[in-house]
């Protein structure tokens, strides 16, 4: 099995909020096209599991667009 289709079957299994995240925290910076494409869903897909992760995260992180590219944000209290 190819390793895509691997990624693939891990991403199913768990909740793509937490895959992105873990993306994020291991690449640093990611575009929502390069991480659609890895999920095999749209941008706006990736999008709208931001914006659900945003809202897990706060306040302590967040996700936010850095240069065409999402960043994860740890914030110091």
Do not use: F
């Not at 869903?41 to 306040?59: C, D, E, G, H, K």
């Not at 936010?64 to 740890?74: K, M, S, T, V």
């Amino acid at each position: 099995m190819p390793t895509n289709e691997v990624e693939h079957e891990e991403v199913i299994a768990m909740d793509r909020e937490m895959w992105i995240l873990r993306q994020l925290e291991t690449s640093l910076t990611a575009s929502a096209d390069a991480l659609a494409e890895r999920l095999q869903v749209s941008p706006r897909t990736v999008t709208n599991s931001i914006n659900t992760l945003n809202q897990m995260l706060a306040p302590a992180a967040s996700v936010r667009p850095a240069a065409g590219r999402y960043r994860l944000y740890i914030l110091d209290p």
